[in-house]
């Protein structure tokens, strides 16, 4: 069946650091990928997203490349800030209604 | 802005009641879910629903039911609470057709003593 695995936190920076979280999937077709992001006390919301291969998502800062080569969709940011403090979860749907998957989430925190 | 409303931000209930969680969206979304939230397990879906009156089972169903008998509204029903259904359950919704992915609301964090 299709999963992801994400890379597990938490993880640390300082404020302006390069962030990347990796994410791989697994899937039977060609799925759609996302970043959700999770601030403290609230639900997800959608980050980013790519529908196809070679397909940049792009969103606050944040971006991430679709492999299909690779099956990866790594979470990049160029200089994080406090505000970015949050859990992030890949997530991928395959057709349709198809329910999203989700990996087990990276907790990111960025100190000042 | 599309709505994703649940009714509870916390609740506390007791081994053996029956609780109902209520979810509510305001976009006319046909696809709705629920999921629970632990930590170092993420997210794992319990039940979903493409239209009114439809439902399906997702990867942990068991000790859940759900009610679907309008389209705006999903319950999500704990029919005997236990201690180890004590977690964050997140509702979320998405139009059929879209690829913009789901609105979720904010969770309802349940602790069964």
């Known amino acids: 069946g299709n999963s992801v695995t994400q890379m597990e936190g938490p993880v640390t920076l300082s404020e302006e650091a390069f962030l990347t979280i990796n994410c791989t999937y697994t899937?039977?077709?060609?799925?759609?990928l996302f970043w959700y992001v999770q601030y403290p006390g609230e639900g997800l919301q959608l980050l980013l997203k790519?529908?196809?291969?070679?397909d940049k998502g792009s969103n606050k800062g944040f971006e991430a490349t679709y492999r299909k080569e690779t099956t990866s969709f790594h979470l990049e940011k160029g200089s994080v800030q406090v505000s970015d403090s949050a859990v992030y979860f890949c997530?991928?749907?395959?057709?349709?209604?198809?329910?999203?998957?989700f990996g087990k989430g990276t907790r990111l925190s960025v100190i000042a | 802005d599309v709505k994703v409303t649940q009714s509870s931000r916390y609740l506390v209930k007791r081994t053996g009641e029956k609780v109902f969680l209520e979810c509510v969206q305001d976009?006319?979304?046909?696809?709705m879910f629920w999921y629970r939230q632990d930590p170092g397990l993420g997210l794992r879906l319990i039940y979903f629903?493409?239209?009114?009156?439809?439902?399906e089972k997702g990867d942990i169903p068991e000790g859940y039911s759900v009610s679907r008998e309008k389209k705006e509204r999903f319950s999500l029903i704990l029919e005997s609470a236990s201690t180890n259904q004590t977690s964050m359950y997140l509702c979320?919704?998405?139009?059929?057709?879209?690829?913009?992915?789901?609105?979720f609301g904010s969770g309802t964090r349940l602790t069964v003593v």
């Open positions: 979320a919704s998405k139009w059929s057709t879209s690829d913009y992915g789901y609105t």
């Open positions: 899937a039977t077709g060609y799925p759609s």
């Open positions: 790519a529908t196809k291969a070679d």
């Open positions: 997530a991928l749907s395959d057709l349709g209604n198809t329910p999203l998957v």
């Open positions: 976009m006319d979304h046909e696809n």
């Open positions: 629903s493409y239209d009114v009156k439809m439902k």
